[in-house]
Every structure is written in structure tokens, then in C-alpha cells.
């Protein structure tokens, strides 16, 4: 299969699809070029995500942003089955690949562990999302889990917003919603989550 052409920002218009999207495509069709291209093209982002992810881990966590990144990274790129549809689709993927990354990670270091009292990994900032500060990654990537099954529109405007530190503006458009979804799907999820983790 022919190589996918070298774009310039220049070649491309509101209505073309971006670079990305073009080698996301190429990607779909196990084009050997695209997974290279793509991961010099949308490495600064995926260590922008590994960051923000890791901001809402305890201090000390033994994954490094780069780590993190290259481990989501090499575990997207085996997805040849996936149907890409642009940057936004690919990012939000990787959202989600990230946070599995970081609870598996915990749920090996607690079965290490196991005969040791061993202090959970708590996340930052969950009382963004009505979550009090003192719950367990694990238990919270259960309980998203259980709201996707739910409404999993809304579970993806948590995962972006919250774990992908996006604002809401670049969550509506990884999603191709609206600015007043994404708002009205974040009160929804925050109460749902709320009431599921608080008992109440």
C-alpha cells in the first residue's frame, strides 16, 4: 500500500481532515509509516495526558509521565482493528487507556503487597466531581465503570474533563457534542457519582 502523503498545514482546509486524522486513517490500514508519523505527531499531547493523569495520583507514584504515555502509546497501536475518526477519538481513547494503566498498576502493588498494610492510592481533586477526597483510585475507576454502563456519554465527559484535565470546550470537541451537553453530562455524572461512592 502506497505511503499516505506528507501534509502541510497549508494542504489542509476547515472542511479536509487534519494530518492526524489522515494518518489515523493510514493507521486503520496497516499503513508501517503511520504508527512512526503518528507518535512524533501526537507524542507532546500523550505527555500532556500522562501528566495530568499523574497530577491526580499521591506523590511518589512509580509511573513516570513518560512512562505512562509510551505504555498507552504501544498498547493503542495494537488496536489495528480501530476505526479512527480524528485526534479527539485517538485522545480520548488514550484517556481511558491511561486510567486502566494506572489501576491495574495499583491493583499489582496492592496483590505485591498483600500480606502488608498497605495505605491506598488516593486521587486529587475529586471533590470536583462530589467525591470525597479520601476514595481509593480503584474504587473510583469502579464506579465510572458503572455509570458508562449507565450513561456512557456522560462516564467519557468525566474521563476527559477530570482524569484528562481537558476543559470543556476541548471535551466537546474530542466528542463532537455540544458545549451545554458536555456542562449538562458533568452535573449528571457528578451527582450520579456522588450518590454511588458517599453511600447516600
Known amino acids: 500500500m ?3 502523503p ?4 497549508s494542504d489542509t482546509t476547515p472542511e479536509d481532515p487534519g494530518e492526524v486524522t489522515l494518518w489515523l486513517r493510514q493507521l ?9 508519523k503518528l507518535f512524533e505527531l501526537l507524542y507532546s499531547e500523550l505527555r500532556r495526558l500522562a501528566r495530568s493523569h499523574l497530577r491526580r495520583e499521591n506523590p511518589g507514584h512509580t509511573l513516570s509521565a513518560t512512562g505512562l504515555a509510551h505504555e498507552a502509546w504501544f498498547r493503542m497501536a495494537e488496536q ?11 485522545m480520548a481513547v488514550a ?8 489501576v491495574n498498576h495499583e491493583l499489582a502493588r496492592r496483590a ?3 500480606d502488608v498494610d498497605l495505605v491506598p492510592v488516593t486521587l486529587s481533586g475529586l471533590e470536583q466531581i462530589g467525591i470525597a477526597p479520601d476514595r481509593d483510585v480503584v474504587a473510583v475507576h469502579e464506579a465510572l465503570l458503572a455509570f458508562e454502563a449507565v450513561d456512557a456519554r456522560a462516564a467519557k465527559v468525566v474521563e476527559l474533563r477530570f482524569f484528562g ?12 457534542i455540544s458545549l451545554a451537553t458536555v456542562k449538562r453530562d458533568w452535573a449528571v455524572a457528578r451527582a450520579w457519582l456522588h450518590r454511588e461512592l458517599s453511600g447516600a
Open 6 to 9: 506528507e501534509l502541510r498545514p
Open 112 to 114: 505485591a503487597k498483600r
Open 165 to 176: 484535565g481537558l476543559e470543556n470546550e476541548e471535551v466537546a470537541e474530542a466528542l463532537a
Open 80 to 90: 489495528v482493528r480501530t476505526q479512527w475518526q480524528n485526534r479527539g477519538h485517538f
Open 28 to 36: 486503520g490500514a496497516a499503513n508501517p509509516q503511520a504508527s512512526s
Open 95 to 102: 484517556s481511558t487507556m491511561m486510567r486502566r494503566i494506572l
Open 2 to 4: 502506497a505511503a499516505a
